[in-house]
């Protein structure tokens, strides 16, 4: 099993910044992928950015290419999102999610994941 706390969302003005952050705790952390998933106000949650085990892999949605980046740090169990020229549409619930499998083909795939935080509130005002 393992169990994943999200932190650091909040209220930002657009074009402002923020930084997410997921504690892994359970199973070894560093021999999973991990990703990032929004889910907006009446819609479907989307990917939004990965992360391969080793750290060499990323994969970004189109719509945050550029704007945000994905960081993990294996000795302390935690992977973060860093949210920058944030826009209204960033509005959501943001999860972290770890798999315990590996497939570079479907890293963007929810059903990829096995585990899943609670999520944490981002709201973009305009």
């Known amino acids: 099993q393992v169990q994943l706390v999200e932190s650091g969302g909040g209220l930002v003005q657009a074009g402002g910044s923020l930084s997410l952050s997921c504690a892994a705790s359970?199973?070894?952390?560093?021999?999973?992928?991990m990703g990032w998933f929004r889910q907006a106000p009446g819609k479907e949650r989307e990917f939004v950015a990965a992360?391969?085990?080793?750290?060499?892999?990323?994969n970004y949605a189109d719509s945050v290419k550029g704007r945000f980046t994905i960081s993990r740090d294996n000795a302390k169990n935690t992977v973060s999102l860093y949210l920058n020229s944030l826009k209204p549409e960033d509005t959501g619930v943001y999860y972290c999610?770890?798999?315990?499998?590996?497939?570079?083909?479907?890293?963007?795939?929810?059903?990829?994941?096995?585990?899943w935080g609670q999520g944490t509130q981002v709201t973009v005002s305009s």
């Open positions: 359970g199973r070894t952390f560093s021999s999973y992928a």
């Open positions: 992360e391969r085990w080793a750290g060499d892999y990323t």
């Open positions: 999610a770890a798999a315990t499998k590996y497939d570079i083909a479907r890293m963007a795939e929810d059903d990829f994941y096995d585990y």
